[in-house]
């Protein structure tokens, strides 16, 4: 089904993927990354995200909308391999109701 050409939207607005690129290469990002995980960051993707939600808003080419959805369904599907830390409950403990236990010491 076609839509009418106004009505998609890139999901975030093309100053946002600026913003994230230059936030990628600045060196306190830089250093993080590599501290945290051994390698320096890839921000190749947020300018490509860039230049395709601009060339979206001036030229709405289809590749460039194509190349925005793909590219926001990977960033989500990344997301969402990374494990919680803590377990959800599925309901509050039974005991929730009663005081704490605050004359009790505490080990320490």
């Known amino acids: 089904m076609d839509e009418p050409a106004g009505a ?6 093309c100053d946002d993927y600026w913003t ?5 290469q600045s ?7 590599y501290y945290a995980y051994g390698t320096s960051p890839s921000c190749q993707q947020w300018k490509e ?5 601009r ?3 001036k030229h709405r080419a289809p590749e ?3 190349a925005l959805q793909t590219s926001e369904r990977n960033r989500v599907a990344e997301q969402s391999n990374f494990t919680p830390v803590w377990t959800l409950r599925k309901e509050p ?7 704490l236990n605050q004359d009790k010491p505490q080990d320490s």
């Open 55 to 57: 060339e979206w808003e």
């Open 93 to 99: 403990p039974r005991d929730w109701h009663m005081p």
């Open 8 to 13: 998609w939207r890139p999901p975030r607005d």
């Open 49 to 53: 995200d860039y230049h395709s939600c």
């Open 20 to 24: 994230e690129f230059k936030h990628c």
């Open 64 to 66: 460039s909308k194509k």
């Open 27 to 33: 060196l306190t990002h830089c250093f993080h990354h």
